[in-house]
C-alpha cells in the first residue's frame, strides 16, 4: 500500500480504503418505515412514492414542470436511522442507475421529507466529482406543520470533534454557508486535513443536515446531526463516490459521536454568516 504523503495528494486514501471500520459508532437501522407508502410532491409537481419494506423500498417517479428527468421506477435496498420521534434519515443507492444515491430525511411527525440525490459526475474542472441535488417536499395526504427544511447559517464558527470508531476521528471547523475544514485526529488518515465544499439545511430546531463533497478524493456524504446536546452531538451519515481505481461506485452508511469543541465569535461586520447560502 502506498504511503500516504500529506502534501501529496496523489498519494491518500481511497474511499474504499477508508471503509474498514469507519462504521463502528453506525446505529442500528430501524424498521420503523417497514409496511409504510410515503409519497410526497415537491413545489415543481414533481411525485415521487416509496413503498417500504423491512430492507427493500419501491419507488416510482414522475418529473414536475420544471424537472426534465425521465419518469422512472425502482426497487433498491435501503437502511433507516431513526434520529429523533418521529423522524428518520434513509439511505439507499440505485441498482439501475450506480452512479446515484438518495438520502430521504422523513418527518411523519411534520409532514415533511428533504430528499438529497447524490450524484457521481464526470470530471470537470472547478466542480467536484459528487454534486448534491436538495429537494424539500410535503408528504401526500399528511398534515403538514412546523417550518419546511432550509439552508442555514447556525454552524457557523462550530468546532466538533468526530469520533466514528475506537480508530476513526476528526474534527469539523464550520467556517462558512460553503466552507468547512476538516483534520483526521486518529486513524489512517491522521495529519490529513483539507477545506471542502458544504451545505447546511436545519429539519428541526438544533437538527441539521450536513453535506460535504471533496475535491481530492472522488466522493461526498450527506449526514444528519443532532446538536441539541453540545456534548453528545448524534449524526448517521453515508459516504458515496468513487473506489481507488476511480470507475466502480463505493457506497457505506455509518454514524459518530461528536462533541462541541468550541464556538469562533466574529466582528459583526466580518461575520461569515453575511457571506450568503451556498
Given at each position: ?79 433507516a ?10 439511505q ?7 452512479t ?7 418527518d411523519?411527525?411534520?409532514?415533511r ?40 447559517t ?49 429539519i ?12 481530492v478524493?472522488?466522493?461526498?456524504s ?33 454514524g459518530?459521536w ?12 466580518l461575520?461569515?454568516?453575511?457571506f450568503?447560502?451556498?
Open positions: 500500500m502506498t504511503t500516504m504523503n500529506p502534501a501529496d495528494t496523489s498519494t491518500w486514501l481511497p474511499l474504499d480504503g477508508l471503509a474498514p471500520g469507519f462504521d463502528a459508532n453506525k446505529a442500528t437501522p430501524s424498521t420503523a418505515l417497514a409496511g409504510r407508502e410515503v409519497n410526497v410532491t415537491a413545489p415543481d409537481g414533481t411525485r415521487i412514492a416509496h413503498r417500504f419494506g423491512e430492507d427493500r423500498v419501491a419507488w416510482s417517479f414522475v418529473p414536475g414542470t420544471d424537472d426534465d428527468s425521465p419518469a422512472s421506477t425502482g426497487d433498491d435496498a435501503y437502511e436511522f431513526e434520529v429523533d420521534d418521529g423522524l428518520l434519515f434513509v439507499f443507492p440505485h441498482d439501475s442507475r450506480p446515484e444515491a438518495v438520502s430521504l430525511v422523513v411523519l411527525r411534520h409532514g421529507v428533504l430528499s438529497i440525490v447524490s450524484r457521481i459526475l464526470a470530471p470537470e474542472p472547478g466542480r467536484t466529482r459528487v454534486q448534491h441535488a436538495f429537494v424539500p417536499a410535503e408528504i401526500d395526504g399528511a398534515a403538514v406543520s412546523g417550518t419546511a427544511p432550509a439552508p442555514t447556525a454552524l457557523i464558527g462550530r468546532r466538533v470533534e468526530w469520533v466514528y470508531s475506537p480508530e476513526h476521528a476528526y474534527e469539523h471547523v464550520y467556517l462558512s454557508s460553503r466552507w468547512y475544514s476538516w483534520q483526521c485526529l486518529a486513524g489512517p488518515e491522521r495529519g490529513l486535513a483539507d477545506t471542502d465544499e458544504n451545505s447546511v439545511w436545519e428541526r430546531p438544533g437538527i441539521y443536515v450536513f453535506a460535504w463533497r471533496e475535491k478524493i472522488p466522493c461526498a450527506v449526514t444528519i446531526a443532532d446538536h441539541r446536546d453540545a456534548g453528545r452531538i448524534r449524526s448517521h451519515g453515508v459516504l458515496f463516490g468513487l473506489d481507488e481505481s476511480g470507475e466502480v461506485p463505493t457506497h457505506f452508511t455509518f459518530a461528536g462533541r462541541l469543541i468550541s464556538v469562533t465569535s466574529h466582528t459583526p461586520e461575520e461569515p454568516a453575511s450568503g447560502q451556498a
